[in-house]
């Protein structure tokens, strides 16, 4: 499974964030679907080759900082993606990126 965010925005004191997750099945879907209260479902996706699913998500936050905060509760990896392309560990359990 994996699990890339990128910033969307910046409007108004806030930080909109786009949520990817590749990789989910019926073994884990309930756990993340649980982790990822407060953000809104945006559009899903299914891979029948490899019989799994594609969620998106989004949320606003007040600060990267608040995004970060979050990130570290996120059960499973989880990338950054900047603008300029590079990707980065946000929480503890990425193997990826810098």
């Given at each position: 499974m994996e699990a890339v965010a990128w910033k969307l925005s910046s409007i108004k004191n806030e930080i909109s964030f786009c949520l990817q997750i590749n990789g989910v099945n019926l073994k884990n879907k309930n756990k993340i679907v649980r982790s990822?209260?407060?953000?809104?479902?945006?559009?899903?996706?299914?891979?029948?080759?490899?019989k799994h699913e594609i969620l998106l998500s989004y949320r606003e936050f007040s600060s990267h900082a608040?995004?970060?905060?979050?990130?570290?509760?996120?059960?499973?990896?989880?990338?950054?993606?900047?603008?300029?392309?590079?990707v980065y560990k946000i929480n503890k359990r990425a193997k990826n990126g810098k």
């Open positions: 990822l209260e407060g953000w809104r479902m945006s559009g899903s996706g299914y891979n029948f080759k490899k608040d995004f970060v905060k979050w990130a570290e509760t996120f059960p499973y990896p989880l990338l950054e993606q900047k603008p300029s392309g590079k």
